[in-house]
T-cell receptor
Framework: KQEVTQIPAALSVPEGENLVLNCSFT??????LQWFRQDPGKGLTSLLL?????REQTSGRLNASLDKSSGRSTLYIAASQPGDSATYLCAVGDYGGSQGNLIFGKGTKLSVKP | DVKVTQSSRYLVKRTGEKVFLECVQDMDHENMFWYRQDPGLGLRLIYF???????EKGDIPEGYSVSREKKERFSLILESASTNQTSMYLC??????????????FGQGTRLTVV
């Protein structure tokens, strides 16, 4: 059964720092991997989607990479800002699940200090 | 922009009540999902639907049912609400392109409290 892990569970950095969030998964047979952002008490906002045939995707200050063979993805945030403070979730769409269900990690709570 | 709208942000219901959570998407997506999110447990799939009137159980379907009579609308039903169903409920939708799964979009969430 696919398991998704995000380490660390929480991260605090000063404003302006570049940072990397990590996501690992146990079964490399995946359709895709998606990164989300969640603000407290709110729904999920999609940040980036990487298909299994891709190695990375970029959107503004965000860059996500995917290494299927090692079961890892990273989300790189450049020049962090206080507005980036949120919980970041990665989710894997895998073949084993029903119709490409997303399997989520428990998230990394990011705090960017001014 | 894709929009997934959940009918309520906050709900308070009594134990034993029948509860309906509604979700509507405006992008003609085939797949729709209901998750619940609890501290320490993350997001868990309750049910999903891949077409009108079609549904499949997720990881935690007990105590829930769903209805999809129209493509844009997916309803989650708590047949007899219990306090252990107090949670954040999240609806999502995505387009199905053959075997290729596309980006999933989520609603704003419904915080349900059962007293």
């Amino acid at each position: 059964k696919q398991e998704v892990t995000q380490i660390p569970a929480a991260l605090s950095v000063p404003e302006g720092e570049n940072l990397v969030l990590n996501c690992s998964f146990t079964d490399s047979a995946i359709y895709n991997l998606q990164w989300f952002r969640q603000d407290p008490g709110k729904g999920l906002t999609s940040l980036l989607l990487i298909q299994s045939s891709q190695r990375e995707q970029t959107s503004g200050r965000l860059n996500a990479s995917l290494d299927k063979s090692s079961g890892r993805s990273t989300l790189y945030i450049a020049a962090s800002q206080p507005g980036d403070s949120a919980t970041y979730l990665c989710a894997v769409g895998d073949y084993g699940g029903s119709q490409g269900n997303l399997i989520f990690g428990k998230g990394t709570k990011l705090s960017v200090k001014p | 922009d894709v929009k997934v709208t959940q009918s309520s942000r906050y709900l308070v219901k009594r134990t034993g009540e029948k509860v309906f959570l509604e979700c509507v998407q405006d992008m003609d997506h085939e797949n729709m999902f209901w998750y619940r999110q609890d501290p320490g447990l993350g997001l868990r799939l309750i049910y999903f639907s891949y077409d009108v009137k079609m549904k499949e159980k997720g990881d935690i379907p007990e105590g829930y049912s769903v209805s999809r009579e129209k493509k844009e609308r997916f309803s989650l039903i708590l047949e007899s609400a219990s306090t252990n169903q107090t949670s954040m409920y999240l609806c999502a939708s995505r387009r199905q392109e053959g075997l290729r799964n596309t980006e999933a979009f989520f609603g704003q969430g419904t915080r349900l409290t059962v007293v």
